[in-house]
């Protein structure tokens, strides 16, 4: 891509397309546009056509989804599908239709079978049956890979699906019923330190800033009763699981090389190409809590939930096919989520 190329960053507010916006002006791209949820619904088909048609873009980063955690997921299946396969429909016929030269669609490790051998390789998808948590999601996903494929072998269409892992960063969702684990233990992590000091002026703020705190999450912390209580914080499932996390910008380093990438654009030609993003190691969500809890400065009690489901036991990523590519993340995960965190406190 050159400096002056047009390039359209959809869902440049979120965790990963605000990565992106960083790293394409770091590079200096100077022709970026961009429209707010409010400003384009991508869900209207009439909206994305005559967007497409005043602007143009000739570069297409689609970081635009409806997107959650586990429980966000299990609690609002209908919307994880319907708005996924709606702007993901919208957004790939229209690049086509207006000529856009690439077009990189942002999946999730979790199309991949829930039982599937680790590290989990490209050609593993649709190979087993999907992790009942998130599968409206899952399907929705792979959909918009076979899209992608499809436009790609009918009409000579570069669309590029990318299979990035759980990611985490700064501009991430930090609501505690509908986030992903780690910015949920930033969350509650912090919050815990500053029950077990009484600093209730400071949970305000970060009520204010973050959105309010559930009830059952307050009765844990004793915001509701101050009388001596000792704070806890209270995690879901078994601690189990294996997660693999990458840093946003990281994630963002890799779609950008990606989009320029001479072999990446000969091997999308030449069939169905998928391409898992990832750092290529994982951990227990146990362990990642004991990581989150050191940083925030909590040593207090972590209660396990056993109600709250586990997901998908591991799922690791294989990311041979990108490192051939000449691609490795740079951000070692005891610093991203130190950054992360040190970014989260400064917001209010
Ligand atoms: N976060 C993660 O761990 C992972 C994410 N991914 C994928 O990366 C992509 C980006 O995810 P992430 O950045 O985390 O998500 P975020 O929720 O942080 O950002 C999504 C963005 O899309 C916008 N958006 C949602 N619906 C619409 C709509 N109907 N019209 C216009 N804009 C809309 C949101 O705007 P608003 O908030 O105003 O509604 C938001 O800016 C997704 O495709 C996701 O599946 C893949 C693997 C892991
Ligand atoms: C990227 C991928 O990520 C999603 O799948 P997931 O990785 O299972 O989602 P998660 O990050 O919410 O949970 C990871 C693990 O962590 C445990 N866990 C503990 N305590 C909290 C907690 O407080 N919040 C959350 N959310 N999880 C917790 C939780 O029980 C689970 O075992 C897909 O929905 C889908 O969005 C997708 O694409």
Redesign the pocket.
């Known amino acids: 891509m050159n400096r002056d190329a047009k390039i359209y960053v959809a869902g440049h507010r979120g965790l990963v397309g605000s990565a992106i916006l960083r790293k394409l002006r770091e590079q200096g791209c100077r022709n970026i546009i961009s429209r707010t949820h409010r400003e384009l619904d991508l869900t209207s088909q009439d909206a994305v056509k005559d967007f497409f048609e005043k602007e143009r873009p000739e570069y297409v980063f689609l970081a635009a989804a409806k997107?959650?955690?586990?429980?966000?997921?299990?609690t609002y299946p209908a919307d994880f599908i319907y708005q996924n396969l709606a702007i993901q429909t919208h957004v790939i016929h229209a690049a086509w239709q207006y000529r856009v030269k690439r077009l990189l669609f942002l999946g999730?490790?979790?199309?991949y079978p829930r039982d599937c051998p680790q590290p989990m390789k490209e050609e593993y998808l649709m190979t087993g049956p999907l992790?009942p948590?998130?599968a409206p999601?899952?399907v929705a996903?792979i959909a918009g890979i076979e899209m992608c494929w499809a436009y790609n072998r009918q009409y000579g269409t570069r669309f590029i699906p990318v299979m990035?892992?759980?990611?985490y960063g700064i501009h991430d969702n930090f609501n505690?019923e509908?986030?992903?684990?780690?910015?949920?233990?930033i969350r509650?992590f912090h919050l815990a330190t500053l029950a077990g000091r009484g600093d209730w002026e400071a949970i305000q703020k970060d009520e204010a800033c973050y959105g309010p705190v559930p009830p059952d999450i307050r009765a844990a912390l004793g915001m509701s009763d101050t009388s001596g209580h000792i704070p806890r914080v209270?995690?879901?499932?078994?601690?189990?699981?294996r997660?693999e996390f990458l840093h946003a910008d990281d994630l963002a380093d890799a779609c950008v090389s990606v989009m320029s990438h001479k072999d990446v654009a000969h091997e999308v030609a030449s069939g169905p190409f998928l391409l898992n993003i990832g750092c290529g190691t994982d951990l227990t969500?146990r362990e990642?809590?004991e990581t989150v809890a050191h940083i925030t400065g909590f040593d207090g009690t972590v209660i396990?939930?056993a109600d709250?489901?586990?997901?998908?036991p591991q799922?690791l990523l294989d990311v041979s096919r990108l490192n051939a590519l000449g691609w490795q993340p740079r951000t070692p995960l005891a610093q991203g989520v130190q950054e992360v965190y040190d970014w989260y406190v400064c917001q209010y």
Do not use: F, Q
Request: positive net charge; contains cysteine; aromatic residues 6%.
């Open positions: 997107v959650g955690g586990i429980l966000g997921n299990a999730s490790s979790c199309i992790e948590t998130n999601y899952a996903k990035p892992t759980n990611l505690l509908t986030s992903h684990v780690l910015p949920a233990l509650k209270v995690l879901w499932g078994s601690g189990s699981p997660r969500i990642i809590a396990w939930d709250k489901p586990d997901g998908t799922k």
